[in-house]
T-cell receptor, first 115, second 113 residues
Framework: AQSVTQLGSHVSVSEGALVLLRCNYS??????LFWYVQYPNQGLQLLLK??????LVKGINGFEAEFKKSETSFHLTKPSAHMSDAAEYFC?????????????FGTGTQLKVEL | KAGVTQTPRYLIKTRGQQVTLSCSPI?????VSWYQQTPGQGLQFLFE???????NKGNFPGRFSGRQFSNSRSEMNVSTLELGDSALYLC????????????FGPGTRLTVL
């Protein structure tokens, strides 16, 4: 089965600083990986996805992630944090165990942006 | 194109009752998945329906059930509610392509008293 691990349940950065949210995956097959963001009292919004076309994936709101097979990682970055980036971020992997359409999520990282 | 819609957005029930939640997927999407989100357990997969058939199921008791209609709309039902069923229930739709990209609705916040 596929799984993801997010290191750091809480990350705090200053406005304008680099954002780095970590995600490592475990998969017996080439993975399809995703980053989602969740704002309070809302559903999940897709930030970006890795589908093996390119190792550096650019997403919405200035976020990007790099797939590194050697490190089994898919870390999310943004060069300059903005107050509006404060939210919870989830890394997810497609899990085809049992067939069908299923995402297995990490435990989430709460991003706090300070002035 | 309209996004995934879920109704109701908020629900309060008491233990022992049953509840039905509804999800309308993005037009053209044939796959609907349900997830439960709680502070303690995080995001957990409940089940997925594709063309009116349950295609995958998570590790939840039989009190949790679902169905999908011919127009791809889906409902999930929880019978004999327990306090631990209090959660945000998220529905996601997909065109069931190989990349498994799922689009989520705003969720239904269920509180069991």
């Amino acid at each position: 089965a596929q799984s993801v691990t997010q290191l750091g349940s809480h990350v705090s950065v200053s406005e304008g600083a680099l954002v780095l949210l970590r995600c490592n995956y475990s998969s017996s097959v080439p993975p399809y990986l995703f980053w989602y963001v969740q704002y309070p009292n809302q559903g999940l919004q897709l930030l970006l996805k890795y589908t093996s076309a390119a190792t550096l994936v650019k997403g919405i709101n200035g976020f990007e992630a790099e797939f590194k097979k050697s490190e089994t990682s898919f870390h999310l970055t943004k060069p300059s944090a903005h107050m509006s980036d404060a939210a919870e971020y989830f890394c997810a992997v497609s899990d085809f165990t049992g067939g069908g359409n299923k995402l297995t999520f990490g435990t989430g990282t709460q991003l706090k942006v300070e002035l | 194109k309209a996004g995934v819609t879920q109704t109701p957005r908020y629900l309060i029930k008491t233990r022992g009752q049953q509840v039905t939640l509804s999800c309308s997927p993005i037009s053209g999407h044939r796959s609907v998945s349900w997830y439960q989100q709680t502070p303690g357990q995080g995001l957990q997969f409940l089940f997925e329906y594709f063309s009116e058939t349950q295609r995958n199921k998570g590790n939840f008791p039989g009190r949790f059930s679902g169905r999908q209609f011919s127009n791809s709309r889906s409902e999930m039902n929880v019978s004999t509610l327990e306090l631990g069923d209090s959660a945000l229930y998220l529905c996601a739709s997909s065109n069931a392509g190989v990349y498994n990209e799922q689009f989520f609705g705003p969720g239904t916040r269920l509180t069991v008293l």
